[in-house]
């Protein structure tokens, strides 16, 4: 079995590489199998200013908490409940996660998703307070309900060759439009 | 995420895009792409610098790109959580919406005051109200606009990458890209771990 290198924060100021061991298509806090989830062989993974917040100690985050929710990766695994992804796509992973089944997300707003996170909506890899799922600034990752989640490339040869344009589709670019968006930025606008 | 927010704002049809920030690489890199600048680092009064940009003391829409973490500006500031919130809503003109993809928490340990550690900032709201501000808050739904914003790259409408400064490093690097960030480098990094991306 492969093994799993991941970026996890090892106290104020400090971050390493380590094993975490192969992800699994499990649920394990609701004791069953994550079928509609896929394991994603990572292609880049970015680092996050929100990231830093957690090294310079400024959350609750705990030692040994696994890092890293800018995700984009190749399709190497698909649980038993997965449509539309097929092995071998290559996908953006949007940082929250959601179910897609909730009054929220039915409602476009997957940012507070209900079902992914006991403690609160909302949820995303690699984040304290945010659901406990692992992080994916790692060689393997887990991804649940990947038909919901997953933004899928329509060229992998296309894809891989803007592959540093798109690995900003997680988080970053998305954020930054949403932040000019809801301020109604527009044309001719002074920002 | 300021770079990311700036290069949106020039997608979304922006006529003026105004980055402020207290380093200056960042400025730099902010002007690589067309935006005009402020080194919030010197003394002057915001509006004032934004009416010598624009033509007067207000713009048509401001944006949060910073969060809870934030500094006081001027020499020797130190931090000041409610700063850029507050600084927003003085140049954000009346009856504007103001953006805040920038993070705040419900518990901050390192937080400057009792209020900071459980999110709660002095934020002058009563000036917010009085120019009859809209904000948003939160987490941004990335789905909406993650496809769209696909087509934007793959027909080359945008230059997202360069903006932003992608710089590729390996994942056993990635303690040295932590701390380079931290510092204030302005680029973002990639992490590569399977040297898939490595030019």
């Known amino acids: 079995m492969a093994g799993n290198r991941c970026v996890v924060y090892k106290g104020p100021g400090k971050v390493a590489v380590e094993e975490i061991g192969y992800p699994k298509l499990d649920l394990p806090e609701q004791n069953r199998k994550c079928e509609h989830g896929v394991i994603l062989k ?5 680092i996050c200013g929100s990231d830093q917040h957690m090294v310079r100690g400024r959350t609750t985050a705990p030692v040994g908490q696994t890092l ?3 995700i984009t990766g190749e399709v190497i695994e698909v649980g038993r409940d997965v449509e539309f992804i097929k092995k071998g796509d290559l996908c953006s992973v949007p940082f929250n996660i959601a179910c897609g089944r909730c009054r929220m997300c039915k409602e476009g707003k997957t940012g507070i998703c209900l079902s992914v996170n006991p403690a609160r909506p909302g949820a995303a890899y690699g984040y ?5 799922w692992r992080g994916g600034q790692a060689e393997y990752v887990m991804i649940p309900y990947a038909d919901f989640n997953l933004l899928k490339f329509p060229d992998r040869d296309q894809a891989m060759e803007k592959i540093r344009d798109l690995t900003m589709l997680s988080d970053i670019f998305p954020t930054g439009f949403h932040g000019a968006y809801t301020a109604g930025v527009g044309p001719g606008s002074t920002v | 995420m300021g770079l990311a927010c700036a290069a949106s704002a020039q997608l979304l049809g922006a006529a003026v895009v105004i980055v402020g920030d207290m380093i200056p690489e960042r400025l730099q890199q902010a002007r690589s792409f067309g935006c005009e600048t402020i ?4 003394g002057a009064a915001l509006p004032d610098q ?13 944006v949060d790109c910073v969060g809870f973490e934030a500094r006081g500006h001027g020499p020797g500031a130190g931090e000041a959580p409610a700063t850029v919130l507050n600084d927003v809503m003085s140049v954000a003109r009346a009856g504007a919406r103001v953006g805040i993809p920038g993070l705040y928490v419900t518990g901050d340990p390192g937080g400057i005051d009792e209020n900071a550690k459980i999110g709660q ?3 002058r709201i009563g000036l917010g109200w009085a120019k009859s501000h809209a904000f948003t808050t939160g987490q941004c739904p990335v789905m909406r606009y993650n ?6 790259i793959l027909h080359d409408k945008v230059q997202i990458a360069k903006a932003v400064n992608a710089t590729v490093i390996r994942l056993e690097d990635a303690p040295q890209g932590y701390k380079d960030f931290d510092r204030g480098a302005a680029k973002k990094f990639v992490l590569d771990p399977h040297g898939m991306l490595a030019a």
């Open chain 2, 50 to 62: 934004v009416e010598q940009i624009v033509g007067e003391p207000v713009v048509d829409a401001a």
């Open chain 1, 68 to 70: 890293g929710h800018e």
């Open chain 1, 42 to 46: 990572v292609v880049s993974t970015n």
């Open chain 2, 147 to 152: 496809r769209q914003l696909m087509m934007a």
């Open chain 2, 121 to 123: 900032l002095g934020i």
């Open chain 1, 128 to 132: 304290v307070d945010m659901g406990g």
């Open chain 2, 39 to 42: 080194d919030l680092r010197q």
